[in-house]
């Protein structure tokens, strides 16, 4: 690039560009790569927690005494979401490829990375999980992904990514309308609150170690996108081009997380999957707006 390392423009001298949105000026992404570091710090000291949470609920038999609804729970849908972080990673690889501006390529090919390592940490999650719950075969979860009802929305959006030729839509489409709405459903409010009530001493341990890179992820998409908006020349075009995107992405990225929230419906507590989905679309509102792109 004819720019420094953490400026650059959405086109980049030279081709190929790969994406519709259009830039001359500079946007700065100062600071992100800070925040990726202290982001693997964090991730080392979570992954230690989660070690250290799984060995004392095995020794403790904390996990036993847990309502037979949750371990069902557990049992038929937490490795779903080792599916779902793969398939994220890939289309990330992709989106990664065709980014011709340096920095933020690697951010989204750390992003891949830490997706990756979260199906890792699920699928060894559940192996532990098994002396609690009984057998969970992997295939089973991925005969879900593929086919029950309650994830096809999902798969069906995330497939439909997969082949979009776009990285900035890719981003988009993942960082502030997937990741805010369908995996946020599973990370934090089933894997973290709903998890908490009900008194489960290990899975909100893993569900944050899952967590941590959202604060970041969402600091650079944002930066891209508030700079594609203000470009003196090409503002008006990308403002129109980001709306489309979060329209169309969010739109299938809400429909994914209602189909899902049904998952949680046998949970116990009257309203709990109806007050997490709820709080997913209004969190997912409050992003788009703080970006104008409502």
């Given at each position: 690039?004819?720019?420094?390392?953490?400026?650059?423009?959405?086109?980049?001298?030279?081709?190929?560009?790969?994406?519709?949105?259009?830039?001359?000026?500079?946007?700065?992404?100062?600071?992100?790569?800070?925040?990726?570091?202290?982001?693997?710090?964090?991730?080392?000291?979570?992954?230690?927690?989660?070690?250290?949470?799984?060995?004392?609920?095995?020794?403790?038999?904390g996990m036993a005494g847990l309502d037979e609804r949750w371990l069902a729970f557990l049992r038929e849908h937490i490795q779903v979401a080792a599916f779902i972080a793969q398939d994220c990673a890939r289309i990330l690889d992709r989106a990664?490829?065709?980014?011709?501006?340096?920095?933020?390529?690697?951010?989204?090919?750390?992003?891949?990375?830490?997706?990756?390592?979260?199906?890792?940490?699920?699928?060894?999650?559940?192996?532990?999980?098994?002396?609690?719950?009984?057998?969970?075969?992997?295939?089973?979860?991925?005969?879900?992904?593929?086919?029950?009802?309650?994830?096809?929305?999902?798969?069906?959006?995330?497939?439909?990514?997969?082949?979009?030729?776009?990285?900035?839509?890719?981003?988009?489409?993942?960082?502030?309308?997937?990741?805010?709405?369908?995996?946020?459903?599973?990370?934090?409010?089933?894997?973290?609150?709903?998890?908490?009530?009900?008194?489960?001493?290990?899975?909100?341990?893993?569900?944050?170690?899952?967590?941590?890179?959202?604060?970041?992820?969402?600091?650079?998409?944002?930066?891209?996108?508030?700079?594609?908006?203000?470009?003196?020349?090409?503002?008006?075009?990308?403002?129109?081009?980001?709306?489309?995107?979060?329209?169309?992405?969010?739109?299938?990225?809400?429909?994914?997380?209602?189909?899902?929230?049904?998952?949680?419906?046998?949970?116990?507590?009257?309203?709990?999957?109806?007050?997490?989905?709820?709080?997913?679309?209004?969190?997912?509102?409050?992003?788009?707006?703080?970006?104008?792109?409502?």
């Amino acid at each position: 690039m004819a720019v420094e390392e953490r400026r650059g423009t959405l086109h980049p001298a030279g081709p190929p560009v790969h994406t519709s949105l259009r830039g001359t000026a500079a946007i700065t992404l100062d600071g992100i790569d800070e925040r990726w570091g202290t982001t693997i710090e964090r991730e080392g000291v979570s992954s230690a927690r989660v070690e250290r949470a799984i060995r004392r609920a095995t020794a403790e038999g904390g996990m036993a005494g847990l309502d037979e609804r949750w371990l069902a729970f557990l049992r038929e849908h937490i490795q779903v979401a080792a599916f779902i972080a793969q398939d994220c990673a890939r289309i990330l690889d992709r989106a990664a490829d065709r980014c011709s501006w340096g920095p933020v390529a690697r951010n989204i090919a750390l992003e891949s990375s830490m997706q990756t390592r979260q199906a890792q940490a699920v699928v060894l999650y559940a192996i532990d999980l098994e002396r609690v719950v009984g057998d969970m075969p992997l295939e089973r979860a991925r005969a879900q992904w593929r086919a029950a009802a309650t994830w096809q929305p999902a798969r069906r959006m995330l497939e439909t990514l997969a082949v979009r030729d776009d990285w900035a839509e890719i981003v988009v489409a993942i960082n502030l309308c997937f990741e805010p709405l369908v995996a946020q459903l599973m990370r934090f409010e089933w894997g973290s609150r709903i998890a908490h009530e009900l008194g489960d001493p290990v899975t909100p341990v893993v569900a944050e170690a899952t967590q941590i890179q959202q604060a970041w992820l969402r600091d650079w998409t944002g930066a891209i996108v508030r700079g594609a908006i203000a470009d003196p020349t090409h503002g008006a075009h990308n403002h129109a081009e980001l709306r489309r995107w979060i329209a169309r992405w969010g739109a299938a990225a809400q429909e994914a997380a209602r189909t899902a929230a049904a998952a949680a419906a046998t949970l116990p507590g009257e309203r709990t999957a109806d007050e997490a989905l709820k709080r997913v679309l209004a969190d997912h509102r409050d992003i788009v707006e703080s970006l104008e792109l409502g």
